[in-house]
């Protein structure tokens, strides 16, 4: 089945400064990567998600870029915002709509 | 967008019951709806594909008396957690694909399950 993997755990930066998360995931049959914003005891998210057709895609101050290649998607969120604080969490999905998730990276953005 | 709810947002049981958690897409139909259970501080966990008119599929690992579901209609699948124990207390998400070939994801508000 597909794994994901999700690095960091936790990410703490300043307001301002940019965030990175990075994952990788096994299965080649993916073709679907959203990333989820979810805070406590709520639903997951939806922030941005990018297709295995495109290498990437923006927006405002959210980015996601796939490197199908390498098996390789990453979100970038610049100029963070303390309202950006949340658990990450990123996906992949098969054309089934069946998702395998990552462990999740826990954002903190300071003022 | 479409819209999941789920009911009920919260409930605690004593262990040995059961609890039924009902999934539903509110203005579309969804012949597919996934369940996943995420303990405090962890991911979501796929736990089932629930499919109308036909037997669910579990991930390996979850035990399908455990946790019966059934996708009755369109709009509706249930998950019933079934002798339920303190180990079970998790939160339970249910979702369904947007359909028309396309992968997103409408996720229902979740459930958070307490067994005592």
């Known amino acids: 089945g597909e794994n994901v993997e999700q690095h960091p755990s936790t990410l703490s930066v300043q307001e301002g400064d940019s965030a990175v998360i990075k994952c990788t995931y096994s299965d080649s049959a993916s073709n679907y990567f959203p990333w989820y914003k979810q805070e406590l005891g709520k639903r997951p998210q939806l922030i941005i998600d990018i297709r295995s057709n495109v290498g990437e895609k923006k927006d405002q101050r959210i980015a996601v870029t796939l490197n199908k290649t390498a098996k390789h998607f990453s979100l970038h969120i610049t100029e ?15 054309q089934a709509g069946k998702s395998t998730f990552g462990d999740g990276t826990t954002l903190t953005v300071k003022p | 967008g479409a819209v999941v709810s789920q009911h009920p947002s919260w409930v605690i049981c004593k262990s040995g ?3 039924k958690i009902e999934c539903r ?10 369940w996943y259970r ?3 501080k962890q991911s979501l966990m796929l736990m089932a594909t629930s499919n109308e ?10 035990e399908k008396d455990k946790f019966l579901i059934n996708h009755a209609s369109l709009t509706l699948s249930t998950l019933t957690v079934t002798s339920a124990h303190p180990e079970d207390s998790s939160f339970y998400i249910c979702s369904a694909p947007s359909g028309q070939g396309r992968n997103e994801q409408f996720f229902g508000p979740g459930t958070r399950l307490t067994v005592l």
Request: hydrophobic letters at 35%; glycine letters at 4%.
């Open chain 1, 80 to 94: 963070t915002q303390p309202e950006d604080s949340a658990v990450y969490f990123c996906a992949a999905s098969t």
């Open chain 2, 17 to 19: 019951t059961s609890v």
């Open chain 2, 25 to 34: 897409s509110l203005d579309f139909q969804a012949t597919t709806m996934f």
């Open chain 2, 38 to 40: 995420q303990f405090p």
């Open chain 2, 53 to 62: 008119g036909s037997k669910a599929t579990y991930e390996q690992g979850v």
